[in-house]
């Protein structure tokens, strides 16, 4: 029989338990990173789980040692120099974005390693997120210079509160599991060997759980994220502007390079 999940080749799908849907990104890139297929699939993700009477719960998780080291740089220099691909890639980032808060179903995230940009967004915009203690995190947009979109603005100052988020998303510096979780930008950090079993066991709560009652309390408690919507679409528009113009380029090309970048000159508004 033909599976709603057939068409993903960067995502796969076991469960756990028999209500819980695990999706672990697949990448075939180094540390998880997400080639263009990816990013599309992981955008896309949400409204066939939510259509699936027979999941009640999800977990995500990255394969190996890694959650996800974000976006392809190859790929997103690319999308720097070409109009369609980068209003492709800015809706995609909506559509992530969007698609985990109006999911009626609960989602729980285990990340062990990196998790970077999009694979961040992926972490904590689950309703339960679990890392490891030496997990590695950064939101990194301003080091490749661009401002800090996706899902950033919309959740960060309402998890971690305004300081918290203005210094990591401003400076970019990297973070692991134990600093997240002492300044509540995540659920919990346990030992890595622990994580992905609590994340089954939480699934599975929520799964034997009452699922109208969960799924309501889910869309109540993320009417705080829908009614940041405005500040969410400025920060990726602000993104996918800069991702077009000289210090995105530079910055992304620096990367790629090896070298540091050379934002020698005020471009911004």
Known sequence: MQSCYDRYTRLKFDRPHPRVLRITL????????????MHREVSEIWKDVDADPSVSAIIVTGEGRNFSA??????????????????????????????????????????????????????????????????????????????????????????CGMAKAKYYLMTADTF???????????????????????AIDIASKFADGPPGALRWTKHALNSWLRQAGPIFDASLALEFIGMAGPEGKEGIDAFLQKRPPNFDQDFSI
């Open 176 to 198: 692991t599991g134990e600093e997240a979780d002492r300044m509540n930008l995540i659920s919990m950090a346990l030992d890595d060997a622990e994580v992905e079993q609590k």
């Open 70 to 159: 974000g976006g392809d740089l190859n790929h997103e220099r690319k999308v720097c120099d070409d109009y369609a691909q980068r209003m492709e890639a800015m809706r995609e980032a909506r559509n992530l974005v969007n698609g985990m808060i109006n999911c009626s179903k609960p989602i729980v995230t285990a990340a062990r390693g990196w998790a970077v940009g999009a694979g961040l967004a992926l972490l904590i915009l689950a309703d339960v997120s679990i890392a490891s203690k030496d997990a590695k995190f950064s939101d990194g947009h301003l080091k490749i210079g661009i401002a800090s979109g996706d899902h950033a603005t919309i959740i960060w100052p309402l998890l």
């Open 26 to 37: 697949a990448s075939p890139l180094k540390m998880g990173a997400m080639d263009a297929t």
